[in-house]
C-alpha cells in the first residue's frame, strides 16, 4: 500500500514537472509593454541627441552649396568675360524677402534682382546671364562690401576687388575674397566653418 502511495505521488509529481517545464519553453512571440517602453524612451533619447547635430550638417551642407555656387560663378564671369570680349559684371541686391546676385552686361545699375531670383534689366542692350535668389527661408543670405563688380575681358581683372560672404541661420560663414587680379580666395571668418582658412 505505502509502494502504490510513492508510486502515484512520482507519477503525479512528474506529470506536475512536465507540465511546468512545457509551459516554460514555450517560445514567446513580441515583446511586453515594459519592454515597448523601454526601447521607445531609448529611442527618444537618442532623436533628442541626433537632431541638433543633424540640423548643424543640414546648415553647414546649405551654407557650403551656395559658398561653392558663388565662387564657381566668378570664375564663369572672369572666363566669360575673357571668352567674349566684352565686360561682364556681378551684382549684389538685397530686398525685404532676402539677398540675391545677378550676372549681367551694362552699368552696374542697368539691372537688378530680387530674392525670389528673378531678374530684370533697364536698358534692353544689356543682357542678364544668371540670376541666384536667396529668400530668407532658404537659411542663408549674402553680404558683400561692394555693390557690383566688373571683369574686363582684356586684362582678366576685376573692378573694384571686393569679398561677398555667404552667412547661415547660426552665423557661421564663408567669404570669398575677389582680388583685383580676378582671383577668388575662400576663408571663414573668425574660423566659424572648420576645413576653411580664417579670415
Known sequence: MAGQ??????SVTLRWHRKISTAWSVKQDGMTLIELVVVLGILGI???LAIPSFQAFQERHRLQGHAMELVTDLHYVRS???ARNKGLRISFYADSGGTCYLIHTGNAAACTCSSNG???CSDPTNSIQKSVGLATALGV?????VASMLFDPSRGTTSPAGSITVIGQSGNSIRQVVNIMGRTRTC???GTVSGYRVC
Request: hydrophobic share 25%.
Open 5 to 10: 502511495k510513492t508510486n502515484s505521488i512520482k
Open 141 to 145: 543670405k549674402l553680404q558683400s562690401n
Open 46 to 48: 537618442l532623436a533628442s
Open 188 to 190: 571663414s571668418p573668425q
Open 80 to 82: 566669360e568675360s575673357v
Open 118 to 120: 528673378s531678374a530684370q
